[in-house]
């Protein structure tokens, strides 16, 4: 898998790994909640999340733990095994319908995504994809999003289904560092929530946040550099909010670089 060659002065940056659901995309409101409810309907089943109720249930990692989560409040009387099979069954049918989705309405790029991944690209880092998401879900979302297969610009892509543990676990992030052959202190995480974070972190990874709509208000104590996107908007700091990026300037590889540097404090 190496084929770094460094951006010039910044020998330690050698990998980005990103998240995929808010992170390279605004996927969560656009794409899975309507395939969530979708597949309810279509197994009859009286049960419908409004936005509300999405973000309540978002502090469950992962599709199918989220539904069965769900089962339990709704299926008290249900036992663990039709619990565990009825999820599985909704998740399958939820994925199904992610893929008649994707068809219809592609989602876009993140602002400021398409242009970190040229760079990274053109300046020789490995790029992978560690998420919670279906890989399956993954490659083809961002296959239509990049406008070119996926596999030309990514190295590597973990998902969910690949890992025993999801999210806030590191699995996801120690599979993509094995499979970059990167050292955990050259790769910078992009993730945009507090699970993503806390997953990134236990992985060893210097992390940078690019929140969205769903997770502006969560607390990124432990983060680098905390954005509202990666073409950033002036109000962009870290935690303590010692560091600015300038109104109008996009992240770039020389701020990743510096968050790297001897001098940088890592969690």
Same mark, same amino acid.
């Given at each position: ?86 999820? @599985?069954? /909704?998740? #399958? %049918?939820?994925? !199904? ?9 592609? *989602? +876009? ?85 507090? @699970?993503? /974070?806390? #997953? %990134?972190?236990? !992985? ?9 709509? *769903? +997770? ?52």
């Amino acid at each position: 898998m190496s084929r770094v060659s460094t951006p010039q002065g910044c020998a330690q940056l050698q990998g980005l790994i990103f998240d995929f659901d808010g992170t390279l995309v605004d996927s969560e409101l656009e794409l899975h909640l309507p395939a969530f409810n979708q597949a309810f309907a279509d197994a009859g089943l009286p049960w419908h999340w409004d936005v509300p109720r999405y973000l309540q249930l978002l502090a469950v990692p992962g599709g199918r733990q989220r539904i069965r989560a769900w089962i339990e409040t709704q299926c008290p009387d249900m036992d663990t095994k039709g619990r565990d099979t009825l999820a @599985t069954e /909704l998740h #399958a %049918a939820k994925n !199904a319908r992610i893929q008649q989705r994707l068809e219809q309405h592609p *989602l +876009t790029l993140r602002p400021g995504v398409r242009t970190l991944l040229t760079d990274a690209q053109h300046n020789g880092l490995c790029l992978g994809i560690a998420s919670t998401a279906h890989s399956k879900t993954i490659e083809s979302t961002m296959t239509q999003a990049l406008e070119v297969d996926v596999w030309t610009i990514f190295d590597c892509i973990v998902g969910g289904n690949q890992v025993e543990r999801v999210k806030p676990a590191p699995d996801v992030y120690l599979k993509a560092l094995q499979q970059l052959q990167l050292d955990e202190s050259r790769v910078i995480a992009i993730e945009d929530s507090q @699970t993503g /974070l806390a #997953a %990134a972190r236990a !992985a060893g990874l210097v992390t940078v946040i690019s929140r969205n709509t *769903l +997770t502006r208000d969560e607390d990124f104590t432990g983060a680098a550099l905390v954005l509202n996107e990666i073409a950033p908007t002036g109000d962009e700091a870290t935690p303590d909010a010692s560091e600015k990026i300038p109104a109008g300037r996009a992240l770039t590889l020389e701020h990743l670089c510096a968050l790297l540097s001897p001098g940088h404090t890592r969690f």
